[in-house]
């Protein structure tokens, strides 16, 4: 626990430029606690280490942060696609609800294996936040086309490895009007960029100003949180079957 704490602490307040509160690192603490004791029968992460863990988990997640504009995102809904071990989502919770006291924020999860998705419900109901933030054994072109969820959310993440084009399918029929998906993606994505006019245009949405890129030790290569906006509804077509997006992308 000690290591934890101290390692993330000391990361946080590097990258960050404040001090951690004490319940956005206990939280973070919680979840990763858990991860280890689930990991093997569950199969959530290869990462496990505390330096790595601290680095490349959360502080990595938190860094969705700078894509957001914290006075405009009151009662806000977030979903995330493909959560895995949890990531962005819980990290990123806990940074809005502890460290910024944005107490009305909403997260759903959704995450293609039982196993995984079971996991991360038990994280909510052990931390006593089951009530902001769940996860559905959903994939996401399933949550997509469902009425619960279709045009519910004001953001979407997704730390999926996939071509813009195809996370672009998975999280705008998700997204409300004028919300926007927050795709976690390394700097050389230039030809990703250039295919994915067709994937905007049948999509209904546009790229937004980028965050800021940002390099984390150990990686060796810089990355950024790419903002894609949706400004008109969703044509019903979409999202296609599961894996049409991946197989043949817009």
Known sequence: MEEFITL?????????????????????FKHYELLLKYNESF???????????????????IFVSKALNIEKIKN???????????????????????????NDI??????SSKKKSDFLNIVADTLGISKKIKSF?????????KYKFR??????????????SVLMEYC??????????????????????????????????????KSPDYEIEGLDRKRQILIVEKYEQTKNIYPRKPGTAKKLPL
């Open 137 to 145: 054994n959903l994939r996401a072109e399933e949550a997509g086309g």
């Open 76 to 102: 806000a809904k977030f979903a995330d696609v493909g959560s895995g071990g949890g990531f962005p989502a819980f990290p990123l919770y806990f940074w809005l609800a502890y460290q910024k006291g944005l």
């Open 172 to 209: 705008a029929p998700l997204l409300k009007v004028n919300g926007s998906a927050l795709l976690m993606k390394g700097l050389e994505i230039h030809d990703e960029i250039r295919t994915s006019k067709n994937a905007l245009n049948e999509l209904n949405m546009r790229f937004a100003k």
């Open 106 to 111: 909403e997260f759903t999860m959704f995450e």
């Open 8 to 28: 993330f602490n000391q990361k946080y307040e590097n990258y960050f430029k404040e001090a951690a509160k004490p319940a956005f690192t206990e939280a973070c």
């Open 43 to 61: 199969n959530l992460t290869r990462i496990t280490t505390v330096s790595d863990s601290v680095l490349y988990h959360y502080i990595d997640s």
């Open 151 to 164: 045009e519910q959310f004001n953001f979407v993440t997704t730390r999926a490895v996939a071509a813009v």
